[in-house]
Structures are given as C-alpha cells and as structure tokens.
C-alpha cells in the first residue's frame, strides 16, 4: 500500500489552535493510506526578497515538506477578516523566487475554525485567491465554516458527534480531490 502525503499548514502559532485541533481530528477521519504530516512555519523570517537566493534552513525544510507532499490542507483562522500574517509569510517564503514556488500543482483543501458565527469565510476566500495565483487547484465545494462551540471535539480529540458526518463527507471529498490531482 502506498501512503498519500499532506502537507497540514495551520496558519495560527498558539498553543491551544482551534485549527490545530480541527487538522489533527481530520486527520482521525482519513483512510489508512494517508499520512499528515504538519508543516512548521512558526520558526521563518519574515520574507525578503533579498534572501531568497540563499534561504536559511528552516525556509529549505518548508520548501522540502511541501515538494514532499501530494496534497496540501490549510487550516486557518480569521484575523482582521483575512489570513494570519504568519501563514502568508510562509505562503511567500515557498512561492518564491517567481517562477520556481513549490506550490504550483498541489492540490489543496481550505478549511478553519473560530468561535465566530460565520467560521473563517473571509479569511478562506483570501486563501483561496492566494491559491489561484499559485496554481494550485483548491477544492472547491464543499466549503467547511466551522464554529468552534461545545461538542466540535469529543473527549479523544476527534470530532464530535454533531459534526462528524458533515466533517467525513469533508475529508472523503478532499482525499478525493488529492487523489484525482495529485502528481
């Protein structure tokens, strides 16, 4: 059996991340063959163009990480109506030098979580015209605007009850998505 590779790119630093939690409970509702593996992005610079001929190591190992993967899943919160500066950082730090970004052709699935009514909308939508710039196809539907409130998790760390149907169906259609794109 051969294992499918995704990136998790979860655009929140914090300790207790509702979307670190929400990438390792997906990852509880795929199948046996698929691998996640989350990506650091807390430890990069900012980004300068000035060094992006010779990036430090930890801009290396994110390039490796996502050269590495079939598929990537971005989870993100919503700051300011938009994505964290820090996952943007990242998303530039692998895009560059223009023309030889590691993004180009991996599938993606957008995803987040935050205690807001609407989840991440506006943040997702953001990322996902970030994504069309780098060539990656995104998943499309269904879209994910996740609430985080009592019963999201379960005592395990999995999703809860309430949720797990609608999250599965999630997760089967954007293991699909990698499956069909992937390279």
């Given at each position: 059996?051969?294992?499918?590779?995704i990136?998790?790119?979860?655009?929140?630093?914090?300790?207790?991340?509702?979307?670190?939690?929400?990438?390792?409970?997906?990852?509880?509702?795929?199948?046996?063959?698929?691998?996640?593996?989350?990506?650091?992005?807390?430890?990069?610079?900012?980004?300068?163009?000035?060094?992006?001929?010779?990036?430090?190591?930890?801009?290396?190992?994110?390039?490796?990480d996502?050269?590495?993967?079939?598929?990537v899943?971005?989870?993100?919160?919503?700051?300011?109506?938009?994505?964290?500066?820090?996952?943007?950082?990242?998303?530039?730090?692998?895009?560059?030098?223009?023309?030889?970004?590691?993004?180009?052709?991996?599938?993606?699935?957008?995803?987040g979580?935050?205690?807001?009514?609407?989840?991440?909308?506006?943040?997702?939508?953001?990322?996902?015209?970030?994504?069309?710039?780098?060539?990656?196809?995104?998943?499309?539907?269904?879209?994910?605007?996740?609430?985080?409130?009592?019963?999201?998790?379960?005592?395990?760390g999995?999703?809860?009850?309430?949720?797990?149907?609608?999250?599965?169906?999630?997760?089967?259609?954007?293991?699909?998505?990698?499956?069909?794109?992937?390279?």
């Amino acid at each position: 059996m051969s294992l499918t590779n995704i990136a998790v790119v979860v655009g929140s630093l914090r300790r207790d991340s509702y979307n670190r939690k929400l990438g390792q409970a997906l990852a509880k509702l795929a199948p046996a063959d698929i691998f996640f593996h989350e990506v650091q992005i807390g430890d990069l610079p900012l980004f300068n163009q000035d060094d992006e001929a010779n990036p430090v190591a930890c801009v290396l190992r994110l390039k490796a990480d996502i050269t590495a993967a079939h598929g990537v899943l971005f989870l993100t919160p919503e700051y300011s109506r938009s994505i964290p500066g820090v996952l943007k950082n990242a998303i530039d730090h692998a895009s560059r030098p223009y023309g030889k970004g590691v993004w180009t052709g991996k599938p993606a699935g957008v995803i987040g979580v935050s205690p807001g009514g609407i989840g991440t909308a506006l943040a997702q939508q953001h990322l996902r015209n970030i994504l069309a710039c780098l060539d990656m196809p995104t998943l499309g539907q269904p879209e994910a605007f996740i609430q985080a409130k009592d019963g999201l998790f379960d005592a395990d760390g999995g999703i809860g009850a309430e949720s797990r149907a609608f999250l599965q169906a999630w997760m089967d259609r954007y293991i699909a998505w990698v499956k069909q794109h992937a390279k």
